[in-house]
């Protein structure tokens, strides 16, 4: 019996999402879709769905259009800043960028990111999603620490105009959650996660890692 | 009336700390000594800190013996990971960072970073330490991803065989507490001690960091 092989499609284009993704070691590509990422939800959690869904679900069709027979694994995400029931996508511009991180100076919000995977197997398609929260603490920003964060320029393609792995380390003191969450993708739940799912879709197999 | 400067050395090779520092945009020279990473103590702040006392210290010895009268501010820093009351360094190679790793797999853990700050003024010399704690907690690591970060050879150079920012995250469910502090040196808790030392020491200066 030849064994299943899917073929794994992140659709992001988020250098973040492709590094965390990277340190699976299976091989996967890249495709993405240009989706605008609003929702009228207001609940974080469904917001983050709402746009993963939206953007796997815009690839995974592309693809079984194109193929429709063909094993696909399609893995989206979403990443938003959420405090006080206000929820922060990615910064317009610096002024913008300043003016989130002023409100989230001194306080901890929470980062959501949702996940979405699409698989098609010999025809049919599944889908399974989940939502991870986790919560961060910035200190008081100081005038001088804001300018130097700003002049980076990191801040302008993330949710909540920072990003954690750079300069705004200056003022996060806390996490307490999944790390890689923050930086826009929960890997370690993502691994149980997929495992899971597929387990439950393809019979018999050991490690889903070479499925791919 | 001139302004004091300050000649900030970094006495650690770490390409991590190296990478934390430089999101502080001050200019900063790295200067570092070959101290055996060793002590008789058993208790994790108080062996962080005796070794991260000892590297600053003689960086700082070093440099005013070649210049008495220069104002240096000298930061180290020593990681360690603890385990129920087993104190974890780096390992020797990767058999024993698989050790390590199996230890650790499914608990959590403490991670301890002390920080020395040595500062030589008009002749004067003050230090000022601190260790900071953060709880980190790993899934049950699978062989397969145990083998495939062993790979990487990430674990080599790490105290308890793992860096936080790359392929570990694969079994890193969560961080509690400072991020950058796991990474090897807790940056944010930095900012705010080294300017209360400083202010201590230095009167009327409104921003630190240009004092360097």
Redesign the interface.
Known sequence: MEKTKLKFVLASTSPRRKE?IG???VPYEIQSLNIPEESDETDPVKFSKQISDMKGEAVFRKLLNENPSGNYFVVSADTIVCLNGKIYGKPADRNEARQILQELSGKNHSVYTAVTINLSLSGQSHKHSFVEETKVTF?TITN??ME?YL?TGDSLDKAGAYG????S????????????NVVGFP???F??EAESFLKSKIAHED?W?NLF
Do not use: P
């Not at 954690?164 to 300069?167: A, P, V």
């Open positions: 965390l340190h699976l070691k200190n001088a620490l130097r002049d954690i792995q750079n300069g380390l200056t003022f996060i003191s806390r996490v307490d959650g999944d790390y890689s890997l370690s739940r691994v149980i490690l890692l």
